[in-house]
């Protein structure tokens, strides 16, 4: 099912400790992974200290970017689930004064979102 869940767009939920070791290059000494997800070949990672984005790249995936969020600069955050017309349930981050959002994450379930988004506001609201 995470695999079949990850092709439609949804999210699913992956091993802290696998992701943890796969991120050891990008993450500072003593940060721990706390909750990871899974979107196709994208991961959204929440660490003690920073919301981290992985975007795997091109036909390979060999090509990666890491968008390090954080929590402390995220200003805002909201959740448009579907509807009837518009099918796709949206998760936009704003960073700062930012007028645009810094991020767009586009998921095809409504619990996907509203289960990345608990955990968002657990790390920023603390």
Request: a neutral charge; hydrophobic letters at 40%.
């Amino acid at each position: 099912m995470g695999l079949f869940s990850g092709l439609l767009g949804n999210a699913s939920q992956k091993d802290v400790d696998k992701v943890e070791q796969d991120l050891k290059d990008i993450l500072i000494s003593g940060e721990q992974v706390n909750l990871a997800f899974s979107l196709v070949r994208d991961l959204i990672v929440f660490t003690d200290y920073r919301l981290i984005l992985v975007d795997k790249q091109g036909v390979s995936g060999k090509k990666t970017s890491y968008k390090s969020l954080p929590y402390r600069s995220i200003s805002r955050f909201t959740v448009e689930t579907s509807g009837h017309f518009d099918l796709d349930a949206e998760l936009k981050i704003w960073v700062s004064s930012a007028r645009e959002p810094a991020e767009i994450l586009q998921f095809k379930s409504d619990s996907s979102v509203i289960m990345i988004q608990k955990a968002l506001a657990e790390a920023v609201l603390k």
